[in-house]
């Protein structure tokens, strides 16, 4: 069985991740989805995800992957999502 679980990456020089990850509510908010359409997909691995302690983080080119599924959002929400000014 394949996994699909995805280690971060960090800066080697400053210890900072790499990438965005967004909680599952968050990435429920921005695409306008359920909470549990993300817990599914993450259940039987079939999007991305890390686990940093106790909580579950979706990286934001998994969530990229998502949006584009939904074309008539797809603009504003990858604005949001690489506009590092709001993180």
């Known amino acids: 069985m394949k996994r699909n679980i995805k280690q971060p990456t960090y800066c080697e020089f400053c210890g900072a991740p790499l990438e965005k990850y967004f909680s599952v509510e968050t990435c429920a908010k921005l695409c306008d989805l359920s909470v549990e359409f993300f817990r599914k997909r993450i259940r039987k691995k079939e999007i991305g995800f890390v686990k940093i302690g106790g909580a579950v983080r979706i990286p934001a ?12 959002n797809y603009d504003e929400i990858e604005k949001l999502l690489l506009n590092k000014s709001l993180f």
């Open 61 to 72: 080119n998994e969530l990229i992957k998502i949006i584009k599924q939904y074309p008539n």
